[in-house]
């Protein structure tokens, strides 16, 4: 044991002073117990376990029921059993809270005398680098949807504009008989402005919009959006409650827009909630300067595999929905510099997060 000892206080006096002050985690694995002998003063803020509550654990004590649990097993193992220099992998890890943490591990073999010893190793958390790597796929998506929309809307309003004139002359025809044909029109008529809508959010989506960018109260827009679904609220019997917590914060905008997306976050939460539900809307201003919007109901919430498919064209879960209303409330925001969230969980509810630079106004 004593010898063991020696060769794990070589093997960290070589790294710990390149990692003072450094974000990366170093740790070592004890060879054949599996259990953590060393690990860095920095995995705190990372996983927010101290590195005395985690020494003398097995290093499985961090996995997080995650699928990558199996990759960590086989490639600690597979070090540890040949000896190998084993490739960079990337594994979910459980922080003290219960969530994961995503991290990107190096694991490298100790050889003592020819027998593997341990392992040492590095891990840095990538949550931030993969966040960024989401937003930007999701830009780019947006962007070819973009240039997608605008030929394939130009192309069916064409024939679409044709369609709804020959429809109103053959129901002009049919005034004798309307009462027989009046349902079917009815459906026809709804039918063809359901296309016309999708069309219209394609061309939004497609070609840069004629905006213009005034200051305007953040408070006072979500009052005039709240105002306008006071009818839906009362026959349902929802309660609009807001919260601001900051008065008179501005934003530099195009106010129909931002209208626009409060218009859909509201209208989404009266439709996700149950007569008598509570919707709760509040407005703060942040440490750094922004305005912090929140929109939260207490609904039916979103599955979990449904909530990283919302912003993708044509997927909603709703039944009558174009999956295109969240598209564009994610490209108003990002035009206007802001960065929009949506948590939620099933049963439970809905939040969405809204941060937009603050206009100061000086007085």
Not at 99 to 108: K, P
Not at 110 to 134: C, S
Not at 337 to 350: K, R
Request: charged share 25%; proline share 3%; aromatic share 8%.
């Amino acid at each position: 044991m004593r010898n063991n000892e020696v060769e794990v206080k070589e093997v960290i006096d070589q790294f710990e002073f390149l990692l003072r002050g450094s974000d990366h985690v170093f740790f070592y694995i004890h060879d054949p117990d599996h259990y953590w002998e060393y690990i860095s003063p920095s995995i705190s803020s990372i996983l927010g376990y101290s590195p005395d509550e985690l020494l003398g654990q097995k290093f499985e004590f961090l996995l997080s029921g995650d699928p990558t649990d199996k990759v960590v097993k086989e490639m600690t193992k597979a070090a540890l059993l040949k000896g190998n220099q084993m490739p960079t992998y990337k594994a979910v890890l459980r922080h003290k809270s219960g969530h994961g943490v995503e991290l990107e591990i190096l694991e490298t073999p100790v050889i003592r005398k020819g027998k593997v010893t341990g392992i040492q190793g590095f891990a840095i958390d990538i949550t931030e680098q993969r966040r960024v790597e989401d937003l930007l796929v999701k830009s780019e998506k947006l962007s070819l949807i973009g240039q997608l929309a605008a030929g394939v809307a130009h192309e069916v309003r064409n024939p679409l504009t044709s369609i709804k004139g020959f429809f109103q002359l053959m129901k002009d025809e049919f005034t004798e008989e309307s009462n027989k044909f009046e349902k079917y029109f009815s459906v026809i008529e709804t039918e063809l402005d359901r296309i016309n809508l999708i069309v219209s959010e394609f061309l939004f989506l497609s070609k840069p919009q004629a905006k213009k960018m005034e200051i305007k109260d953040i408070c006072e827009i979500l009052d005039t959006v709240i105002l306008l679904f006071h009818t839906q609220t009362n026959m349902k019997s929802i309660k609009v409650w807001r919260h601001y917590k900051n008065n008179h914060l501005s934003v530099l905008c195009e106010q129909n827009q931002l209208k626009q997306v409060f218009i859909n976050l509201l209208k989404n939460s009266v439709d996700a909630s149950d007569e008598g539900g509570n919707i709760y809307v509040s407005v703060e201003k942040t440490e750094d300067d922004k305005v912090h919007i929140c929109f939260q109901d207490e609904g039916c919430g979103i599955p979990k595999e449904a909530l990283a498919k919302l912003g993708e064209p044509f997927y909603t879960t709703k039944a009558d929905g174009t999956g295109l209303g969240v598209m564009i409330s994610y490209k108003i925001i990002k035009d206007h510099q802001g960065v929009i969230t949506i948590s939620s969980e099933e049963n439970m509810g809905t939040t969405v997060d809204i941060i937009l630079p603050l206009v100061k106004i000086e007085t």
